[in-house]
């Protein structure tokens, strides 16, 4: 059986309230060997609880952090509180900070400013950083040069970029995470991006509950449909989909600094 680990979703959003324990349990049993849980929805609770389902799971781990929607509420007290929050030994990561300017929830200043607190969080902690890009790469990329990367690096998660895009943020020193967007007819330019992700690059997840992969498309998505995400990787990519798995757990340990999770018989 394949495995894998699922390398964002939400767990503590409120479509998983009634049922996070069985969702858990199925992604366990899909073949998910570990999952990190991402906060940065909405208020500081949403970081909280996402730590304290980490902390009842021994293969569940979380990243904290504001989301690019939410910028115009990164204060000095929000990045205090999530610094507190890092003290925990399962979180893992920062963010997912970044850009959004296609929603534009959050004014563009804003955001560029809650990049630049979560870039130096990061650096500080020395955790790697999870990065939300969407319409933005150009001005993402100049940011970082700027600003400069963590020294533990980073993730561009749910990639929704073209080749180009994904040769920037490759010489910055990312790994590259795709999401079920991949299985979908019209992702072309995200699927010419997944050739060119070298082996030691290359992460998947599902962004749960949002974007289930084909063919569960419209559906409330769950970590334990990163299966057909992978499976549509490794297709593209011409490798067997155990193999790739493998991978993306030993990427996900070197980055993230995860224990290996033990081998399914």
């Known amino acids: 059986m394949s495995t894998v680990v699922d390398t964002h979703c939400h767990l503590a959003d409120a479509k998983f309230h009634d049922d996070v324990e069985d969702v858990i349990g199925r992604a366990s049993d899909a073949g998910v060997a570990q999952i990190i849980s ?24 979380a990243a ?3 989301h690019p929607h939410d910028a115009k509420d990164c204060t000095a007290e929000r990045i205090a509180q999530l610094r507190d929050l890092a003290a925990s030994k399962k979180v893992v990561a920062v963010g997912e900070s970044g850009l959004d300017f296609h929603y534009m ?3 563009p200043d804003a955001q560029e400013a809650s990049l630049r607190a979560h870039l130096a969080l990061a650096a500080e902690l020395e955790l790697p950083i999870v990065i939300h890009c969407r319409d933005a790469e150009h001005r993402l990329v100049e940011i ?12 561009i998660h749910c990639f929704t970029g073209d080749a180009t895009a994904a040769r920037e943020f490759l010489a910055l020193g990312f790994c590259i995470s795709f999401s079920g967007i991949i299985t979908f007819k019209n992702s072309t330019p995200i699927r010419e991006a997944a050739l060119i992700v070298p082996d030691d690059r ?6 749960a509950p949002y974007l289930a992969p084909e063919p569960y498309r419209g559906k409330r998505n769950e970590p334990a449909y990163v299966m057909r995400t992978l499976e549509m990787l490794a297709n593209l990519r011409r490798v067997d989909v155990a193999a790739l798995g493998a991978q993306v757990i030993a990427n996900a340990a070197r980055v993230f600094r995860l224990p290996l999770p033990p081998k399914r018989p």
């Open 202 to 207: 290359v992460m998947v997840e599902t962004d």
């Open 38 to 61: 991402v906060g940065a929805i909405g208020p500081i609770e949403c970081d909280r609880l996402t730590v304290a389902i980490a902390e009842r799971h021994e293969n569940i781990f």
């Open 105 to 107: 929830h959050s004014p």
């Open 64 to 66: 904290v952090g504001v």
């Open 144 to 155: 970082v040069r700027e600003t400069g990367m963590p020294r533990r690096g980073g993730v």
